[in-house]
């Protein structure tokens, strides 16, 4: 079978990746740089390492089955399969290991996201089996900082906030949370009481800091224009390459 999608085509790139053909060729050479490109010491790959990212990209946009997905690329449903397994983890977001510049605001919030392995998802509020999955995002910027790991969806974010493994990402620069993030060092918005309800200055405030918030809104937004984001069959730690690598490709579309 001949192959009806690559990426020396640059009209797939865009429609799969959301990346510009500079922008793809800049994430060939970061997984290039990690061991990509190099033989596995088995059976040779029948796609060049261009195309197997397309594949990884084009498999979370479109959540597409192996056996629909492999003849796209004019490979067999098992060596999909295949690139999966041994692409996805290289294009994952990197941890932060270094203190973030003065001035640095974050923002933090948890996105639901179907999974059906049930060992790592639970029934959340959707009423359907779900991760929590912790992400930051850099106010400025709006690109994602870290993305936790993943947790049952019934997961309360203020503990998804320390479980997931987000809060020693942000340890050196002040986070905005919502009113789920009670009880971290997140800054969250005045609660009124009933006895003493907001001021002026405390309704203003809060003001800002929703409208500060709603980037990270857009950023997950954004993100799950790749569908295995709504419904994601893997299993184990596939959600979780899922998010990096869709954070990833989020941040190089953003950075032009």
């Avoid at 001949?2 to 994430?27: H, N």
């Avoid at 809060?167 to 009113?179: C, E, F, M, T």
């Avoid at 203003?204 to 937004?221: G, K, P, T």
């Avoid at 790749?226 to 998010?243: N, P, Y």
């Amino acid at each position: 079978m001949s192959v009806v999608v690559t990426a020396s085509e640059p009209g797939w790139i865009g429609l799969f990746s959301g990346l510009s053909e500079r922008q793809f060729r800049k994430l060939v050479g970061v997984v290039r740089r990690r061991g990509g490109g190099a033989p596995t010491g088995g059976r040779p790959w029948s796609l060049p390492l261009e195309d197997r990212i397309l594949l990884v990209a084009a498999y979370w946009r479109t959540n597409l089955t192996m056996r629909q997905l492999g003849p796209l690329f004019g490979i067999s449903k098992s060596a999909a399969d295949r690139v999966i397994d041994d692409i996805a983890p290289l294009l994952a977001l990197a941890p932060v290991r270094r203190r973030h510049p003065a001035g640095t605001v974050l923002i933090v919030d948890g996105t639901l996201v179907l999974t059906r392995d049930r060992s790592v998802a639970a029934s959340s509020k959707n009423y359907r089996y779900s991760t929590n999955h912790q992400v930051v995002i850099d106010a400025n910027t709006r690109l994602v900082v870290a993305a936790g790991r993943p947790l049952p969806g019934n997961r309360h974010d203020a503990r998804a906030y320390r479980e997931s493994g987000v809060d020693r990402a942000v340890r050196n620069a002040p986070v905005l949370g919502d009113g789920g993030y009670r009880g971290t060092p997140a800054l969250i918005p005045h609660w009124p009481r009933k006895d003493r309800p907001l001021t002026r200055e405390q309704e203003a405030d809060n003001i800002v800091h929703r409208r500060a918030r709603a980037r990270v809104e857009h950023a997950f937004s954004r993100m799950k224009t790749f569908k295995i984001l709504r419904d994601c069959r893997l299993r184990g730690d596939g959600v979780h390459q899922a998010i990096l690598g869709i954070a990833r490709l989020h941040n190089l579309a953003l950075a032009g």
